[in-house]
């Protein structure tokens, strides 16, 4: 079985996100598309929405969609999950792994723990963003939706957001 893994903090998911997963299940050859939201991105000291809320929108998001499920594998976990940890549990499962990144994450691709032996484990799987140049040997995602999660916390007014959704995920 050959799957997608598109992981990532989601800090709110967005429609750039769904835009990589709607493009992901059309031009991939794959039986099945895992988001996989973290616990706590290893590079950050913290999130806006807690783990559980993200995972909740993450399910709202995706819940019509064919051949796509969300994992809550990195927030059972509880605490920053390596991304080889996480490859090294769905390698169990699939007999091929696709890891779905944005394209802003290339040029710290090769810091990641264990890099040499995600390199062999999956074949990557860029995401356009930002006008980042992407080298040949990776698959490319036709995605640029100029949106990013930064933006959408820095610009969220959380008084103002309605309180039947406040309550929901707060």
């Known amino acids: 079985m050959r799957v997608a893994i598109y992981g990532g903090s989601f800090d709110p ?9 709607e493009e992901a299940i059309k031009s ?20 806006m929405f807690s783990p559980e809320d993200r995972l909740k929108l993450l399910e709202k998001l995706v819940t019509k969609m064919d051949k796509v499920e969300v ?3 990195e927030i059972d976990n509880g605490y920053p999950t390596k991304s080889i940890e996480s490859i090294r549990h769905f390698s169990k499962l699939y007999d091929k ?6 394209a802003d ?18 074949e990557f799987v860029i995401a356009l963003r930002n006008g980042i140049n992407i080298p040949d040997k990776y698959i490319i995602l ?6 990013s999660s930064t933006e959408l916390r820095n610009s969220l007014d959380i008084t103002k957001v309605p309180k039947e959704i406040a309550n929901y995920l707060l």
């Open 13 to 21: 998911p967005h429609i750039g996100h769904l835009a990589v997963i």
């Open 142 to 147: 036709n995605t640029d939706v100029q949106i």
């Open 105 to 122: 994450n290339l040029a710290k691709l090769h810091l990641w723990d264990e890099f040499d032996e995600i390199e062999r484990r999956v």
């Open 71 to 73: 994992s809550s594998f």
């Open 97 to 102: 792994i696709y890891l779905i990144i944005g």
């Open 28 to 47: 991939l050859d794959i039986d099945k598309l895992i988001v996989l939201p973290n616990y706590l991105n290893p590079w950050k000291d913290s999130t």
